[in-house]
Structures are given as structure tokens and as C-alpha cells.
């Protein structure tokens, strides 16, 4: 078993819609990262997370550390939205190693 | 200022070939970190450095090594390439090298692709 696992590994949605991607993990962490990966391969950061939530325009990320779960929520979804997501924890004392999820590959249609 | 930069973008090696690829992290940024990321998955990591030393070490072979210059820029070296050694190499960028939460910041990635 991975120690990290998203979930739907892929998503296709109309534009509008309100879109969940979650993320399980098994290890104890000091962080969670949400990271999107548009084809050519370039990743972005978009959240780092220890608790709780944070938002970020469209975007809006949760952690339940108790639960080791976390969800990404992607409202009023656009096309150009479309990309991978992906998950990461840095575990601890694990220095600045990260663990990925496998991805969450996201088509919005218009 | 210049993000994280890696070099060369896209690259054809063939089999027992060697290859050297390079990433220069965002000014200030000590730590260095690579991963491969094998087409439809997920990166995985490959080693770290910190202040020149290295820190942490995936599960590669022996056949994978890198360093990091005093300019904390660093080459990720890949010896007798194997087929299977076609990914996409994603170097990443964070400010400190201990137990503190940093964000990450990861280069364009080098396409690698072994013939």
C-alpha cells in the first residue's frame, strides 16, 4: 500500500461544477503539500498545509491531521483548470523529502 | 528573480549512455532536491542536499549520484542509462534544509528519454 493515495485518480467535470480531490496518507507528517502539474510537466505549489484549511481565490484546501486525510476543492471549476493534481507529505523527520500521491489527472469541459 | 532553472529541457540519451542534468535553485535557497517521475505517476525521490551535503537518498541504484556546488546549484548524474531510466527529472527548491516547513518550488523538469 502507497503511503500516500488520491482519490479519483481521474476527474472529469463540466464548468461550474464544484470539484473534491482527496488525499489519504499513512504516516506521520509535518506537512501536506497540494501541488498542480500542467502538461510539459511544470509543477506549481498551490497550498502547504500543517492544519486546518487555507484558501486561495478558487481553491481551498483542508487537513484533518487526527484522520490523515486531506481534500483539495476547486469551486465554480474552469478549463483552465485542467491539470494534475498532485498530493505530498513531508514525513517526519524525514528532512525535506516529499512523498507523492500518484496524481489526480482533472479535465474541465466548457 | 529567476525561479528554480534546470537544464538541459529535453534530452535523447541512448542505452549505457551517461547524463548529467543541472538545476540552479530560487537565490537564497540551500536545499536542493530531485525526483524522477516515470510518465502516468507520481515523482519519487531521489536524493537531497543541503548545504553541499547530501541529506537523503532514495531507493535508485548506485548508477544515480549528485552533488551541490558552494553556489548551491546542483547535477543530478545518471551512468549507464537503462530504458527504464526514461522520466521526467524534477529538481525542487526549499529555503532551509532541517525539520522547519518550507515551501517547494520545482523547476520545469528535464525530459530525459533513453533510446
Known amino acids: 500500500k502507497n503511503e500516500v493515495e488520491q482519490s479519483p485518480q481521474n476527474l472529469t467535470a463540466q464548468e461550474g461544477e464544484f470539484i473534491t480531490i482527496n488525499c489519504s496518507y499513512s504516516?506521520?507528517?509535518?506537512?501536506l503539500h497540494w501541488l498542480q502539474q500542467h502538461p510539459g510537466g511544470g509543477i506549481v505549489s498551490l497550498f502547504m498545509l500543517s492544519s486546518g484549511k487555507k484558501k486561495h481565490g478558487r481553491l481551498i484546501a483542508t487537513i484533518n491531521i487526527q484522520e490523515k486525510h486531506s481534500s483539495l476543492h476547486i469551486t465554480a471549476s474552469h478549463p483552465r483548470d485542467s491539470a494534475v493534481y498532485i498530493c505530498?507529505?513531508?514525513?517526519?523527520?524525514?528532512?525535506?523529502?516529499?512523498?507523492f500521491g500518484g496524481g489526480t489527472r482533472l479535465m474541465v469541459k466548457p | 528573480d529567476a525561479g528554480v532553472t534546470q537544464s538541459p529541457t529535453h534530452l535523447i540519451k541512448t542505452r549505457g549512455q551517461q547524463v548529467t542534468l543541472r538545476c540552479s535553485p530560487i537565490s537564497g535557497h540551500k536545499s536542493v532536491s530531485w525526483y524522477q517521475q516515470v510518465l502516468g505517476q507520481g515523482p519519487q525521490f531521489i536524493f537531497q542536499?543541503?548545504?553541499?551535503?547530501?541529506?537523503g537518498r532514495g531507493n535508485f541504484p548506485d548508477r544515480f549520484s549528485a552533488r551541490q556546488f558552494p553556489n548551491y546549484s546542483s547535477e543530478l548524474n545518471v551512468n549507464a542509462l537503462l530504458l527504464g531510466d526514461s522520466a521526467l527529472y524534477l529538481c525542487a527548491s526549499m529555503g532551509t534544509g532541517g525539520d522547519l516547513n518550507t515551501e517547494a518550488f520545482f523547476g520545469q523538469g528535464t525530459r530525459l528519454t533513453v533510446v
Open positions: 542536499y543541503y548545504e553541499k551535503e547530501e541529506r
Open positions: 505530498a507529505v513531508r514525513s517526519h523527520g524525514a528532512g525535506n523529502m516529499l512523498t
Open positions: 504516516v506521520g507528517i509535518s506537512a
